[in-house]
């Protein structure tokens, strides 16, 4: 254990500044999103956006359109914003393809040559995405939950408690799921910018084809497929709970991702 966390410490020191900068960033945005929806709701702006919309747009999110052209929504929109997303997911698999980083620059050598296992490494990393994902997350909830307290004003129609909370958790899971996936490509890849890559590209194919699948039905039957159905953000906001199967599947197929790596590292020519 002492040899994982050793390795835990090097590699927190290498993406801090990564991952704390990063995190800054969100919070920001999210004190921004309650801001937009603050001067949306004082302007009444909601219903003239809502008829200055596309019929393309009204179909894709189909009756829960109006839903998120409101307060709540434009504050929950803050979490599955799509360059959000992406900011939260790349972090995650930047953190998560280290171990095919040290293979490239041969700095697997140093650690092994070390009281150190292979199973370590991929400890070190599990630790660290788990961590980088908490700590992103984390702000979001931080910057949003301080936004509501300081820039809302007396009247303003109020988010419904736990929603935040909500869909802070489906987002977690989400971000650990491609944690896991990038890991164990990373587990296999020599060089970091292949493993990145093609973790980046799986995640950009099933989030188009989970967006197809609202409006075209041969994505729809491969969608059960992609990761994204399973964060359901507009459900939410429309009032269901937090579904606790899809966050289940999440974590289960980033831990089945954990294992793939455990697997490959241990058994792969280094």
């Known amino acids: 254990m002492k040899p994982a966390l050793a390795l835990v410490r090097h590699s927190a020191a290498r993406a801090r500044w990564l991952v704390a900068g990063c995190a800054l960033l969100l919070l920001v945005f999210q004190m921004l999103f309650v801001l937009l929806a603050v001067t949306l709701h004082e302007s009444n702006a909601f219903g003239q956006i809502a008829e200055l919309a596309p019929p393309f747009v009204r179909e894709v999110f189909g009756s829960s359109f109006i839903t998120m052209l409101s307060f709540s929504g434009i504050v929950g929109f803050g979490y599955f914003h799509p360059m959000i997303l992406a900011a939260v997911v790349g972090v995650a698999m930047a953190v998560a393809t280290e171990p095919a980083g040290e293979i490239e620059r041969r700095f697997v050598?140093?650690?092994?040559?070390?009281?150190?296992?292979?199973?370590?490494?991929?400890?070190?990393?599990?630790?660290?995405?788990?961590?980088?994902?908490?700590?992103?997350?984390?702000?979001?909830?931080?910057?949003?939950?301080?936004?509501?307290?300081?820039?809302?004003?007396?009247?303003?129609?109020?988010?419904?408690?736990?929603?935040?909370g909500s869909l802070a958790i489906n987002l977690a899971a989400l971000v650990f799921c491609?944690?896991?996936?990038?890991?164990?490509?990373?587990?296999?890849?020599?060089?970091?910018?292949?493993?990145?890559?093609?973790?980046?590209?799986?995640?950009?194919?099933?989030?188009?084809?989970?967006?197809?699948?609202?409006?075209?039905?041969?994505?729809?039957?491969?969608?059960?497929?992609?990761?994204?159905?399973?964060?359901?953000?507009?459900?939410m906001l429309l009032g269901a709970p937090l579904p606790a199967a899809d966050v289940w599947t999440l974590v289960v197929a980033g831990l089945a991702g954990v294992v793939v790596a455990y697997w490959s590292y241990g058994r792969r020519d280094l």
């Open 178 to 235: 491609w944690g896991g996936i990038a890991l164990a490509l990373a587990a296999r890849a020599r060089r970091r910018a292949v493993a990145g890559t093609v973790a980046a590209g799986l995640a950009f194919t099933t989030f188009l084809v989970d967006y197809l699948a609202r409006v075209w039905a041969p994505a729809a039957k491969v969608a059960w497929l992609t990761p994204f159905h399973y964060f359901d953000p507009m459900a």
């Open 109 to 164: 050598d140093v650690i092994l040559a070390r009281p150190a296992g292979r199973a370590d490494v991929v400890t070190r990393s599990v630790v660290l995405v788990v961590a980088a994902t908490a700590c992103l997350v984390g702000a979001m909830v931080a910057g949003t939950s301080l936004a509501l307290a300081t820039l809302v004003p007396a009247g303003a129609p109020p988010v419904r408690p736990g929603l935040i």
